[in-house]
T-cell receptor
Framework: AQSVAQPEDQVNVAEGNPLTVKCTYS??????LFWYVQYPNRGLQFLLK??????LVKGSYGFEAEFNKSQTSFHLKKPSALVSDSALYFC????????????FGTGTRLTVIP | GAVVSQHPSWVICKSGTSVKIECRSL??????MFWYRQFPKQSLMLMAT?????????EQGVEKDKFLINHASLTLSTLTVTSAHPEDSSFYIC??????????FGPGTRLTVT
């Protein structure tokens, strides 16, 4: 079975500081991993994905994520946080079935403090 | 490109009535559409996967007679919540899958059943 875990419900970081939102995965076979962001009362916006290739994936809005096979992790990072980055972040893994459905983590609420 | 819309964005209905939510891919043809449900401060739970012209595949625990899904064309899928009750109140999000395996999410529909 495919699953992801986000161990932190809440992450607080000061504006300008680096941020990390953690995600670990459990998959059979090669993982297809994703990060999405959700603003209040809005749908999900795609940030980045890892399918294959370089372990460091760069995405939208200055975010990046590092795929670490030995630690089964796919942490989201940004060198310098902005107040506007405050939102709910979801890690997801693609299912094994023919359809490309996604299984989401429980989400991490990021608050960037001015 | 790859824009997905949902209508309505917010709906209030009385207990016992039915509500239809539309999901449209505006600028691409979606071979697969997904319906998710999100409770407050929780993650997205996949409800069903629908392919154009065929019956939807429901996840375990989702009542297919209560949540009717129709995917009549490559750009439109509908979710009808039949005989809605207050416990059906939730945020419903659709996504559309494209040939490149990316999923694009709609902005969500907030359903409140009184």
């Amino acid at each position: 079975a495919q699953s992801v875990a986000q161990p932190e419900d809440q992450v607080n970081v000061a504006e300008g500081n680096p941020l990390t939102v953690k995600c670990t995965y459990s998959v059979s076979g090669n993982p297809y991993l994703f990060w999405y962001v959700q603003y209040p009362n809005r749908g999900l916006q795609f940030l980045l994905k890892y399918i294959t290739g370089d372990n460091l994936v760069k995405g939208s809005y200055g975010f990046e994520a590092e795929f670490n096979k030995s630690q089964t992790s796919f942490h989201l990072k940004k060198p310098s946080a902005l107040v506007s980055d405050s939102a709910l972040y979801f890690c997801a893994v693609r299912g094994l079935t023919g359809a490309n459905n996604l299984f989401f983590g429980t989400g991490t609420r990021l608050t960037v403090i001015p | 490109g790859a824009v997905v819309s949902q209508h309505p964005s917010w709906v209030i209905c009385k207990s016992g009535t039915s509500v239809k939510i539309e999901c449209r891919s505006l600028d691409f043809q979606a071979t697969t559409m997904f319906w998710y449900r999100q409770f407050p401060k929780q993650s997205l739970m996949l409800m069903a996967t629908s392919n154009e012209g065929s019956k939807a595949t429901y996840e375990q625990g989702v009542e297919k007679d209560k949540f009717l899904i129709n995917h009549a064309s490559l750009t439109l899928s509908t979710l009808t919540v039949t005989s809605a009750h207050p416990e059906d109140s939730s945020f419903y999000i659709c996504s559309a899958g494209r040939a490149d395996d990316e999923q694009y999410f709609g902005p969500g529909t907030r359903l409140t059943v009184t």
